[in-house]
């Protein structure tokens, strides 16, 4: 069993900067893939980027308003958590944010391949 809680969210200005964090309880987590994932109202949950266990990682590149070289995302297994940081935040990123637990060799861009989620953090970005 793997329980994951977000924290971090919060209301920011266009150009802001939000840290994201992801706690992890579970035997395993030492060795478990995790990926972080958005969802704005009314539309799907979106991948955003991912760490492996052994800290290499992945940003979604393909949506319309990429994340890579904004956001970076980082883990700390002494302390069973993961981060993410939101620099040049933009309206567009308004969403609740959601950290995962990848399946074992699980496509990490996509959401049904994650079997353990948070409950979401809200980040909302002012313009």
């Known amino acids: 069993q793997v329980q994951l809680v977000e924290s971090g969210g919060g209301m920011v200005q266009a150009g802001g900067s939000l840290r994201l964090s992801c706690a992890a309880s579970?035997?395993?987590?030492?060795?478990?893939?995790i990926g972080w994932f958005r969802q704005a109202p009314g539309k799907e949950r979106e991948f955003v980027a991912a760490?492996?266990?052994?800290?290499?990682?992945?940003?979604?590149?393909t949506s319309t308003d990429s994340v890579k070289g904004r956001f970076t995302t980082w883990r700390d297994n002494a302390k069973n958590m993961v981060y993410l940081q939101m620099n040049s935040l933009k309206p567009e990123d308004t969403a609740v944010y959601y950290c995962?637990?990848?399946?074992?060799?699980?496509?990490?861009?996509?959401?049904?391949?994650?079997?353990?989620w948070g409950q979401g953090t809200q980040v909302t970005v002012s313009s």
């Open positions: 760490i492996t266990w052994t800290g290499g990682n992945t940003y979604s590149a």
């Open positions: 995962a637990r990848l399946r074992l060799g699980g496509d990490r861009g996509k959401s049904e391949s994650y079997d353990y």
């Open positions: 579970g035997r395993f987590f030492n060795y478990d893939n």
